[in-house]
């Protein structure tokens, strides 16, 4: 890859800038990329008004965006991961406030603290009263 001549050198950049991104070719654009800024690195800090420089520019902002939406896949698959570990478990959902006081009640008026038919009245006019003030 040493020794090219300006356009040839121009070209190869344009191909690794423009298929770094690309799954298929990402991991040789990378290894190419490394090893053009390797052999280069001397006439980039000598000259970095050229169409070199810009070149290389340019190909370094293609990295960064693959890198943040790379870091972007990652936070999403460790979501994804979470929900679906959360899923397949075992465990039963916990019990909705209004589901809690319901059976609190009706334990209440199993143990004859309070008429069953009375109780169970109170308790769907308090569901729907706390229906209406949370929704």
């Known amino acids: 890859m040493g020794g090219r ?3 040839g050198l121009v070209s190869l950049v344009r191909f690794v800038t423009r298929h770094v991104n690309d799954a298929r070719f990402a991991k040789v654009a990378i290894e190419v990329a490394d090893v053009l800024l390797d052999l280069y690195a001397d006439e980039l800090a000598n000259n970095p008004s050229s169409q070199i420089s810009k070149l290389f520019l340019e190909l370094g902002r293609a990295v960064d965006r693959e890198t943040r939406n790379m870091k972007n896949m990652m936070a999403l698959q460790g ?3 979470l929900i679906l570990s959360a899923s ?3 465990r ?3 019990l909705r406030t209004e ?3 319901v059976r609190r009640m009706w334990r209440e008026s199993a143990d004859g603290k309070a008429d069953a ?4 009245e ?9 229906k209406l003030l949370y929704t």
């Open 5 to 7: 001549d300006q356009k």
């Open 79 to 81: 979501s994804l991961d």
């Open 88 to 90: 397949k478990s075992s």
């Open 92 to 94: 039963k959902p916990a």
């Open 99 to 101: 589901e809690e006081m």
């Open 117 to 120: 038919v009375v109780e169970k």
């Open 122 to 130: 109170s308790v769907t006019s308090k569901l729907t009263l706390g």
